[in-house]
């Protein structure tokens, strides 16, 4: 059940305790201290979507229905842990969420410069002279298990979209995937296109299952 866009009292779940129906919820609902930090999740959640325009808006509510499934999937992972490591990881999960969103600013520009961040990883774009930027992205499809990571790096022409050709480490030779970094509203969005060489599914730069494309959040302006 996703956190409520409406202002949540202090102290209480972000959800109705009496229809908790994951392994999560009923954990939130059972413990205070839990309760709490979803609470919040959801207030920050609320007064960023104030902040952000509809673009961005959809976006994170996409990226909170993530981190929704996610926390989900960490509460059934620790079902059969003792009860004390259950909240402790649960309740890392939900304070790290908090954190998050209430880092996330509205983007001062339409540039492109930054550290760009979801609940799956953050990309770094950052000016290096001679009209080039820097480009550092590292994500998981998972990250509740750590499965399919992406480590993208590269330096490309300073434009309104960087597009950043996936090449082979030993000889440099294009690997037949292509990564662009645009703006779409207060968001930054990367898409993934092409297809492998030599029958390869995910780019040399990810791992089995990884993609690279995704939508982020300014977390810091450079």
């Known amino acids: 059940m996703a956190a409520s866009d409406h202002a949540v009292a202090q102290g ?14 009923k954990a939130i609902c059972a413990d205070p201290v839990l309760a709490q930090a979803d609470a919040d999740v959801a207030k920050n959640y609320t007064a960023l979507l104030k902040r952000l325009d509809a673009h961005a808006g959809k976006a ?26 259950q909240t402790f990881d649960l309740g890392e999960f939900l304070r790290d969420r908090a954190t998050f969103l209430s880092g996330i ?19 770094d774009i950052k000016a290096v002279g001679g009209g080039k930027v820097e480009i550092s992205e590292d994500v998981v499809s998972n990250p509740v298990s750590g499965s399919g990571s992406c480590e993208i790096d590269g330096t490309v022409e300073e434009r309104n979209t960087l597009r950043l050709v996936d090449r082979a480490v030993d000889n440099d030779n294009p690997t037949g995937f292509v990564f662009t970094f645009r703006r779409d509203g207060d968001a930054l969005v990367v898409e ?31």
């Open 192 to 222: 993934q296109s092409g297809a492998g060489k030599d029958g390869r599914s995910e780019p040399l730069s990810c791992g089995a299952n990884g993609h690279a494309d995704g939508t982020f959040f300014l977390t810091e302006k450079k």
């Open 12 to 25: 209480k779940p972000s959800f109705d305790c009496a229809k908790a129906a994951s392994v999560a919820e």
């Open 60 to 85: 994170l509510r996409d990226d909170q229905s993530d981190f929704i499934a996610y926390r989900d999937q960490i509460a059934g992972f620790n079902e059969s842990s003792p009860k004390n490591q």
């Open 105 to 123: 600013r509205k983007p001062p520009d339409a540039g492109l410069i930054g550290t760009w961040s979801s609940v799956r990883g953050s990309v």
